[in-house]
């Protein structure tokens, strides 16, 4: 009995019917109970059943279009079927032979045209409705014109009856087919609010993967920017340490092995470099940088590289360039240079005899042209069910043929996504065991149309020449705007560009900058990012709004201490000219300005340096190493790298040494504040800069240490920063301890015992603090580091040089009552 019931239920289930079906089989149910009721209400009231055969027929052809509609799912022709029989057959027939007007068959009317509007739609709706119009006038018209065609008179009785009986079932009717659509539609919007809920809960779940993903992505994008942090600084190491032994050695054999090093080196840096283009294409943060180039720059340096790969393969390399080709172009010509370097590099590796032919090719459009790259090999060739694999990522083909074979199998993948990058596709035929030829159309904007002409690689000096000249330059017209709160940074940057005869303005905050920037114009500016309370970035914001900046058009080069995945393309976005990491390397530096110069038509006399000037240029020998003393902690190799020559490395770490105890009390006071609203960011500050100082000096491992210290704040790891502060600080004590057998001491201070004079200072010094005399403050600090004083107060006051350092008033006015509370005890114990 229950799965009957079950099965009725059925025909009426919203969700699995649909709207437009339960209606229907609702309207079949009210015609079936109507017809029902009336045959019922004949029999029951003993007068004529005319009508009772007429009812059961049609309850019997409601049937078919039950069944049409939920066995055969034909719920159109049902209800056309069903409209048809009863408005067209079943209501003229009983109005015709159960007495025409005088019955209740307006009634029964007006039910036909309720049911064509509720189960027609569309031009059916428009079709059965006027013809059902047609039906129902023609009738009552027939009725009026020919009375003979109605069946007789009805009874009176008959005539309330049918009247009476009509009235209530159609109305009925009406009434449950109302109801069953409001109860319909409440099942409607429990449906739609179901879904609704599901859709929102589907649509947080993947706004939840995707910021999972998200974070995955930047995690794995932060962790391979450290880890080529980590790995290029040993690799940079090794293959500045190998540049000097191949500036000292006269030995061959040395020399062949140094060469042989720093070839593997470069291999290797070569391989990292390639992991993080990948990673920054994976992220979306690889952008193309246009610039203006020769085409024969490009193709001069890279036929000149693997010209001599391809020669010590012993293979041939053809060099075809169209003589008519353009010039110069508009275009980003260091990824050409990658993406012509990929496709040469796997050339030359997958072959063994024969060789290369490389050609270039191209036509015009409009101001464009479009160049045609094709480089052809005699290598392995590439089966054909491979081809699908050469682009994606990781993938090395034919694996157990070139397992010797060195490579990360990205080259394919980054050059594949570059020209994806530049509206072009790499392209490639290949035929297994015979070569392979990988072409590629890209259009480059026409910067001049004067004709190539015929391409010659012309010979370079051999890198080993031990006769090799450098260039460095004078520049005494040029000035320079120097801005980073380090001090120590500032005096290394002078001196490396001391013998440039350049005029430096060095400031130590972005205040100061912003002034300077108004008073005069400056033909480059060197701006730190990460400084105290105005950083770089945010000064260079100021600087590019105000309208009294003289320096609008100057070039401004960021100076940072952390090269990060697209750090450079993100500081280009923010409006820097260029990007310098520190520890400063001299030729960079050199090289930068030089350029920077050149595109604002400043000229530089170029100075020519051999073998002699090497303590000008920065050549490092083994008797000015030795001169170095050996100190634990340091790594004198490593921090020559940063140096013109060993005296001025060690002038570094003597203004490291004298400005240590300094540094350590400013940084431990910021400790003692991490926890206030911006002590955490304050302590990453400070430890930044002693990081790159200890860095500077080769004081490696401390450096390390100070790095940690200096991600756990930027990170916000307060507990790992309390928990490693107290051992970098004695790490760096050790550094200055070691130190301290090597210096020269110190002038001695003379001893302060005046306690009244002492305790005159803290006072002005507050009264100066509130009304902001800041040239005050500085002239009591500097009468007060002036003597020594009991270890008691002598702390307070190294703490208060640093608080006025950092322009921290309230911790000096606080400092100072400390002080005053100090002294007052002092004097009520004596």
Known sequence: MQSFVDKIKSFFNVRTKGMRLVLFNVMVVVAVLGGVFSIIMAIASLLPVQPVPIFIVAIL?????????????????????????????LFPGIFFSQGGIESGMSSWFALGILFIFLLLDGVNFVVMLSLDAIVIIGCYWLSYKYPQLVHGQMLRASFFLDVVQSIFVTTVAVGLIVKVQAWMQKQQDSIVEEKNKLLVEVTQKAKHAQREAEIANHSKSNFLANMSHEIRTPIN??????????????????????????????????IVNEILDFSRIESGKMELMADDYELCDVLHDTVTVFGLRAKEKGLYLHIHVDEKLPAMYRGDSLRLRQIINNIMSNAIKYTREGGINFSVTGHQEEDSEVLHFEIEDTGAGIREEDLHRLFEAFERIDEKTNRNIEGTGLGMAITANLLHMMDSNLQVRSVYGQGSTFYFDLKQRVKDWTPIGHFQVKDKKNADNSKEQHFTFLAPNVHVLLVDDNAMNRKVFCKLLKHTQIQ?????????????????????????????????????????????NRCKDTPVIVLTANAIIGAKEQYMQIGFTDYLSKPIDSHRLENLIVE??????????????????????GEKNHEALQELPQVEGFDWEYGLLHFLNAQMLWESVEDFYNGCESAVAELDLLYQDISGPKGIDAYRIKV???KSNLALIGAMQASALARI??????????????????????EVEACRQNLSVHMQPLEKKPNMTDRAWILGMPSMLCADAENLDYDGIDQIMQMLEGYAYEETLQVRIDQLAASVRNLDLDTSIAICEQMKDILEKGKADT
């Open 596 to 617: 920077q110069l050149a595109l604002h038509n400043i000229h530089v006399e170029p100075i020519e340096l051999s073998g002699n000037n090497s303590e000008v240029y």
């Open 237 to 270: 190491t090794v293959l500045g340490m190998d540049e000097m032994i191949l500036r000292e050695t006269r030995e061959d054999n040395t020399r062949s092995l140094a060469q042989d090093i720093r070839t593997s080196t470069e291999s290797l840096l070569e």
């Open 709 to 730: 210290l200096e991600y756990a704040a930027r990170d916000g790891k307060e507990e790992r920063l309390r928990h490693l502060h107290g051992v970098l600080m004695e």
């Open 504 to 548: 430096i303005d060095e400031v130590d905050n972005g205040f100061t900058c912003l002034e300077m920037v108004k008073k005069r114009h400056y033909d480059i500016i060197f701006l730190d990012h990460m400084m105290p309370e105005l950083d770089g970035v945010e000064t260079f914001s100021y600087m590019q709004s105000m309208q009294e």
């Open 61 to 89: 052809i409601a049937v078919l279009p039950f069944y049409l509609a939920n066995y055969k799912g034909r719920l159109g022709v049902a209800s056309n079927f069903m409209v048809i029989v009863s408005c067209f057959f």
């Open 688 to 690: 930044h800069a002693l």
